[in-house]
Each structure stands twice: as structure tokens, then as C-alpha cells.
């Protein structure tokens, strides 16, 4: 049998043609396989779109450090869920929010759970809260020290008061139960509302209640001094234990008319002389720099952080400093 065969330009012409074939489907290849990247991360720190879940008592706060965000960065849209704090973790562990916002920081089997999965968290402080007691106009109680809101949290103080907290597992239960009552329940008849917003209005009809709030919700906003708090309710004055332990060694000590009961002022959160305070932490998980990166960076840079002061949390992350002042 007789063997055909090709001029040699006939066989590198098909020789060229198979390389440029070959060539084109691997840039083929290429160009899909960065098309479907991009499709995972089309945010950028400043564009796309994030979902975020924040602390509820947080509200008043990040919806000013949202809509201050997005109007510098038109092409950035950040969808927000407002919900008890514990639920903001289920959604970092599922996640279904790349970024919480919220008053601790991960516990040792959230860490575990992340290292396991290889999956990297950043975790950062950017301001100092306050946990606030409100009372009813009408209550003349309006100043406390921590022995009495210790009984007043344990149920003590019979049904002379009614506890009012946002939500049923919200940061501010934690940090009652934690914090102040060192693991004990709270009453049994302590009533859970529905929000801050609740909170606020149960106790503004109600004498005997006290409600459990963040400071940011019941700081008058029309107010450039940040001295002053909304007329429906009263805030609780309070006396932390050093103080009071300093106090009593004076020999005419009145806790009744002592003038050091301290309100969730900046200054007083700052320095510890109010007694409740708690840290205001972000929780990011985002394996790029993505719009998620991009807000945590605005909430702790200059412009983020002064918005908080104007809410009357303390800025972490700004360099304050505290001088002595005469006012004429």
C-alpha cells in the first residue's frame, strides 16, 4: 500500500492551526474560570452589595453609619438585619452575614469552629457602651447603687419594680445575667419587649418599670452637647462599688444625697466612673477585601469613629484627650 503524504507547507499550516486551537481553548478556559471568580466576589470596599447582622440595640447608630457610607460610596449597598445578638453569631457561623456587629468578642468554640474550618475572623474593638436603667417620670427613684441594682436584677426588691428588656436573648440580658448578676437568672417576672424602640415606650407608661437599654437609644440627638437624654423617660444615676467604698470612709457620708452618681455620659464611660459598661465590637469574615473589609474600615477610621461619639458611645480608636475646664 502506497503511503500519501502532504507538501511540508500543507503539514505545518495544520501543525499551526492545532497549537491556535489549543491556545484559544485554554483562554477559553481562563476567561470562564474568572468570570465565575468575579461572580463570588463582585464587591469591592467600596462597591457591591453585603449583608450585614447587627446588634439590636445598635440601631440608631449604624443605620447614620450606613447612610453616611453609602452616600460617599454610591455603588455600595449594604442590606442590614437588626436582631438579638446570638442570632448575629448563628448568622456568622452560617455565613449568611459577613460582617456582625456586636458587644463581644468570639468565645473559645466559636474560635475553635473557625480554625477548624480554616476560615479567618477579624475581631475588633471600636467603642466603649453604655448599659442604661430608665425609669418612668414619675418614679423617684433615680439614683442607685450597684448593691441595689445587684437586688433589683436578683429579684430582691419583691414586685416593687418591673425589669424591661429588648429582647429575650439579646447582648443586654447576657450582659445583666453575666455581668452583673454573675450567673444568676434574672426575676421571673421580667418582661422581654419587642426592640429598644418598646422598651423605651413601655416604660414611659408604665411607673414601676425599668428598662435595660444602650445608651445610643435614648440619647437626645438634637442635642450638640450630648448632655441630655429624651424627655419621656428618666436615666438612672449610679454609684459603682469603688466609689462608694471610697465614699464611706468620709464620716458624713449620705448615700441619699451624695452627688456621686454618675449618668452614661461620654466622659463617665470613658473613665469607668459610670459602673455598666461593655465593649462595641465587628466580627468580620470575608476571605477578600470586600465591602464588608471596606465598612468595618469606615466604622474604625476617623469619619466612622467620630459618628459614634456623636451617638454617645466612646470611640475607641480615636487619640481623646480629657482636660479641665471652667465654664463661666
Known amino acids: 500500500m502506497q503511503r500519501s503524504s502532504l507538501p511540508a507547507g500543507h503539514a505545518l499550516f ?6 491556535k486551537k489549543y491556545i484559544a481553548g485554554c483562554l477559553a478556559l481562563l476567561a470562564l474560570g474568572c468570570h465565575s471568580n468575579s461572580g463570588t466576589q463582585r464587591d469591592t470596599q467600596t ?5 450585614i447582622s447587627v446588634d439590636e440595640s445598635y440601631k440608631p447608630l ?21 436582631k438579638p ?17 456586636v458587644t463581644r468578642d468570639l468565645n473559645s468554640t466559636e474560635k475553635k469552629y473557625f480554625q477548624d474550618n480554616k476560615t479567618h475572623i477579624t475581631a475588633k474593638i471600636l467603642a466603649w457602651d453604655a448599659v442604661a ?16 441594682v445587684r437586688a433589683l436584677m436578683g429579684g430582691q426588691t419583691g414586685n416593687r419594680y418591673e425589669l424591661v428588656f429588648d429582647h429575650q436573648n439579646s447582648s443586654l440580658v447576657r450582659y445583666a445575667i453575666d455581668s452583673i448578676n454573675r450567673g444568676k437568672p434574672l426575676p421571673s417576672n421580667t418582661k ?25 437609644w435614648i ?22 462599688d469603688s466609689t462608694l467604698q471610697v465614699q464611706r470612709q468620709n464620716p458624713g457620708f449620705d448615700p441619699a444625697t451624695s452627688s456621686y452618681y454618675f449618668k452614661p455620659f461620654q466622659a463617665y464611660i470613658a473613665l469607668k466612673s459610670y459602673p455598666l459598661t461593655r465593649a462595641f465590637y465587628f466580627v468580620l469574615r470575608e476571605p477578600y477585601f470586600g465591602l ?27 487619640n481623646i484627650v480629657f482636660r479641665d475646664a471652667t465654664i463661666h
Open 14 to 19: 495544520f501543525m499551526r492551526s492545532g497549537v
Open 47 to 51: 462597591s457591591g452589595t453585603v449583608h
Open 62 to 82: 449604624i443605620d447614620s453609619e450606613i447612610s453616611v457610607f453609602e452616600t460617599l460610596h454610591p455603588d455600595a449597598h449594604i442590606i442590614v438585619d437588626y
Open 85 to 101: 445578638e446570638a442570632e448575629c453569631f448563628k448568622d456568622l457561623i452560617n455565613d449568611s452575614a459577613k460582617l456582625v456587629i
Open 133 to 148: 436603667l430608665i425609669v418612668n417620670p414619675a418614679n423617684r427613684d433615680t439614683t442607685m447603687t450597684m448593691d441595689e
Open 192 to 216: 422581654a419587649a419587642n426592640g429598644c424602640a418598646e422598651v423605651v415606650d413601655y416604660v414611659a407608661g408604665h411607673e414601676n418599670a425599668v428598662g435595660v437599654i444602650g445608651v445610643s
Open 219 to 240: 440619647s437626645n440627638p438634637y442635642d450638640s452637647t450630648g448632655l441630655s437624654f429624651l424627655n419621656k423617660i428618666r436615666v438612672v444615676g449610679l454609684m459603682s
Open 292 to 318: 464588608g473589609t471596606g465598612f468595618a474600615n469606615f466604622l474604625g477610621g476617623n469619619q466612622g469613629q467620630l459618628i459614634i461619639g456623636q451617638h454617645r458611645l466612646f470611640p475607641a480608636r480615636l
